[in-house]
């Protein structure tokens, strides 16, 4: 079993930054498709961005691109999400997901492993 630990998140001005961050625990030999999503209260989840360890390899949404960075600090176990330019409209919660992969991956590959989810909120 794997077990995902977040932190970061929090309250923020538009156009202010904050960096998220998921270590992995327990079995984590190999390579995983990792990254986060994202769910309003009665909202669709929404994948916002994954890397595949073994490329890496990222992967966006267009509501993100060039405002998101996802990478990974493979020593420490650990993918980093730093959203900078933030809007009212990134406000949710923000859970990361993973999955043990051998080469696919993608922003809705199907996850196994899920942290508990951390808000982040963005104020105007």
Known sequence: ?????????????AGGSLRLSCTASGRTSGDYCI?????GSG???????????????????????GRFTISQDNAKKTVHLQM???????????????????????LNYPRDFWATGTLVTVSS
Do not use: H
Not at 35 to 39: A, I, L, N, S, V
Not at 93 to 104: E, Q
């Open 35 to 39: 990254g986060w999503f994202r769910q």
């Open 1 to 13: 079993q794997v077990q995902l630990t977040e932190s970061g998140g929090g309250s923020v001005q």
């Open 43 to 65: 909202e669709k989840r929404e994948g916002v961005a994954t890397i595949y360890t073994g490329g890496p390899s990222t992967f966006y949404a267009d509501s993100v691109k």
């Open 84 to 106: 900078n330019n933030l809007t009212p409209d990134d406000t949710d919660m923000y859970y990361c997901a993973a999955a043990r992969s051998w080469g696919l991956c993608g």
